[in-house]
């Protein structure tokens, strides 16, 4: 606390937002800002957020005791900082709300070894953080879009452990959406940032999230609904190779620690689609 500012730890970082127990007067104005981390002081640290301001701010109407939930954004966050609050908030005045895309449960993983528990938790509760109607790439900082290599690199272990059969159907139609007549598709799905055509690394993320459809589910149907739109993906990638190798690429190996050349990267995912559409 710090002349009027609060600030209330929940435990862990998720994606949602807070809800708000108050009375006051009519016209008092209580801020809410969002942080995943703190400065030694205790005081909430945005520098990670960028220009996403994570703040929420609510008027009362004086009328009693009033609850507030906003309804339109949500946060990633572990930290809430209270400010304008009338008298001193209670741990009752917020509450966490955990918020994603309705997606049900139903895997799990567990071992003798610890470690292996918490990467699962881990795993589970980063995956849910970033399913907001599309799979994004992270919940709190000015971004929150469909990166397609986050998307396809994950989309296995999301099939493992949770039902998410309906919400990839969807992503796959936006991924078919985009597409231009000449099979390129772009790096984020919708369309917002990145490049079109996508690097092949983030490109493929159509063709191989169809066919873990298939896979996983045994859903033939969205082989035959995606079939065209797949082949002239395949057909485009094919028609940018030199000498067999697909060497244009944005962002390859990337956040690697020792760099990979992107034409390797390209091609390699070039040649890892090649047999999911011969010809």
């Known amino acids: 606390r710090e002349s009027g500012m609060y600030v209330f730890d929940m435990g862990q970082n998720f994606s949602g937002w807070v809800r708000l127990k108050v009375k006051g007067p009519r016209g008092t104005a209580v801020q809410i800002k969002h942080s995943e981390l703190l400065y030694e002081n205790g005081k909430i640290n945005t520098e990670n957020l960028r220009s996403a301001r994570a703040e929420d701010v609510y008027t009362l109407s004086g009328d009693g005791e009033e609850i507030y939930e906003p309804h339109f954004t949500y946060h990633g966050f572990r930290f809430v900082e209270l400010t304008g609050f009338p008298g001193v908030p209670t741990l009752d005045s917020i509450r966490g709300r955990v918020v994603h895309s309705a997606v049900a449960q139903t895997g799990n993983f567990s071992s003798s070894k610890e470690i292996l528990n918490q990467i699962q938790r881990l795993i589970l509760w980063g ?153």
């Open 127 to 279: 995956q849910k953080t970033n399913l907001h109607s599309i799979p994004t790439d992270c919940s709190q900082r000015d971004e929150r879009m469909g990166w397609l290599g986050d998307a396809h690199l994950t989309a296995e272990q999301a099939i493992f452990n949770f039902d998410i059969a309906a919400f990839y159907t969807n992503f796959i139609r936006d991924m078919q959406d985009v597409q231009d007549k000449n099979g390129m598709l772009t790096d984020t799905v919708p369309h917002v940032w990145g490049q079109r055509p996508a690097d092949p690394a983030w490109g493929t993320a159509y063709p191989l999230m169809v066919w873990y459809m298939y896979i996983y589910y045994g859903d033939k149907r969205i082989l035959e609904e995606h079939y065209d739109s797949l082949k002239k993906y395949v057909d485009f990638l094919r028609s940018r190779a030199e000498d067999g190798l697909v060497k244009f690429s944005h962002y390859g190996d990337w956040v690697s620690i020792e760099k990979t050349p992107g034409d390797i990267v390209s091609s390699f995912y070039y040649y890892y689609v090649l047999p999911l559409l011969p010809g």
